[in-house]
C-alpha cells in the first residue's frame, strides 16, 4: 500500500545557506505529483529531503517536518537507511553497476539490505521487478550480462526495477528522462503512469510537457534572486497549474515569459 507523505513548514540548510523556504504539502497516495522551476529554484533539494538523501552532503540539515503516513522520518531515533528502503529514488542519469548482471543489478538493493534470499526467490524477484518495469521481454534471455550493455532507456528501466525490488511504498525520481532520447522517455513516461498503481511517485522534471502529461499534482519552485531560497509558489491539480495559475510567477514561467 503506497503512503501519504505530509510536508509542514520545511527549510533546508547547507551551512549558513537556507537553500529552500517554509514548504507545506500534502501528496496523495497512488498519485504522480511534478516539480518545476527554474534551475537552482531547490526542486531537487527538496525531493532528496523526503528520504533523508540530501543529508549526504556535509552540513546540510532541516527545519520542519516530513511524515509519511504519520510517522516522522526527522523524528530522533529514526535511521536514514530504513527511510531510504520505504522511499526509493531513481535519478538524473542511469546508474546501473556496470560489473554486475542485469539479474544482480535488480537485487542488489535488497541485498544491500543484508536479505539472504533463495537462487529461486531471487530469480522470482527480478522477474516481478523488471515485469514492474516493463523491462522484462527485452531483457530476459541475457539476464547474465552486463547491465552496461543495455541502452540509455533500457539501464534508465533497469534502475527503476531496482528502486522497487526493495518493496517501498514512495519513489522519487530526479529528472528521470533528461538523459533519454525521445523514444526512450516515452517509455518512461507510460512507466511511470503504471507505476503510480502500486507507488506514490514524485518526480522534478525540466520538462513542462513532461510534467503536464504524466502528473496529477504540480508544485511550481523559484528563486526571487540569486542567494535567495527557493520557495514553492504553487501547487494544484496539474490541469489547474497549467490551464488557469493562480500565482502570475507560476503562468510567465509556464508561457515562457519568465526572466
Known amino acids: 500500500m503506497s503512503k501519504r507523505i505530509d510536508v509542514n513548514d520545511l527549510n533546508i540548510f547547507y551551512g549558513n545557506f537556507h537553500a529552500v523556504k517554509d514548504v507545506s504539502m500534502v501528496i496523495e497516495p497512488k498519485t504522480v505529483t511534478a516539480f518545476i522551476g527554474p534551475s537552482g529554484c531547490g526542486k531537487s533539494t527538496f525531493l532528496r529531503t523526503l528520504n533523508r538523501m540530501h543529508e549526504v552532503i556535509p552540513g546540510a540539515r532541516v527545519e520542519g517536518e516530513v511524515s509519511i503516513d504519520g510517522k516522522n522520518l526527522y523524528a530522533r531515533g529514526v535511521d536514514p537507511v530504513d527511510v531510504r528502503r520505504e522511499v526509493g529514488m531513481v535519478f538524473q542519469r542511469p546508474n546501473p553497476f ?39 521481454n527485452e531483457v530476459k534471455d541475457r539476464l547474465d550480462k552486463p547491465g552496461s550493455g543495455l541502452s540509455g532507456g533500457q539501464q534508465q528501466r533497469l534502475c527503476i526495477a531496482r528502486a522497487i525490488a526493495v518493496q517501498p511504498q514512495v519513489l522519487l525520481m ?16 507510460d512507466l511511470i503512469n503504471d507505476l503510480k498503481s502500486e507507488f506514490t511517485v514524485v518526480i522534478v522534471t525540466h520538462n513542462m510537457q513532461q510534467a503536464a502529461r ?3 499534482r504540480t508544485g511550481f ?17 496539474t490541469q489547474q497549474i497549467f490551464n488557469n495559475p493562480a500565482q502570475k510567477a507560476t503562468e510567465d514561467y509556464i508561457s515562457g515569459r519568465f526572466g
Open 221 to 237: 519552485f523559484n528563486i526571487e534572486a540569486t542567494g535567495q531560497p527557493g520557495q514553492l509558489v504553487e501547487f494544484d491539480d
Open 214 to 216: 504524466v502528473s496529477d
Open 174 to 189: 530526479d529528472e528521470p528522462c533528461s538523459a533519454l532520447d525521445p523514444i526512450s522517455t516515452l517509455a518512461i513516461e
Open 98 to 136: 556496470p560489473t554486475m548482471s542485469i539479474r544482480d543489478n535488480v537485487l542488489a538493493g535488497v541485498k544491500l539490505n543484508s536479505k539472504r534470499m533463495s537462487k529461486t526467490a531471487g530469480d522470482e524477484l527480478a522477474e516481478r521487478s523488471l515485469r514492474g518495469a516493463n523491462l522484462w
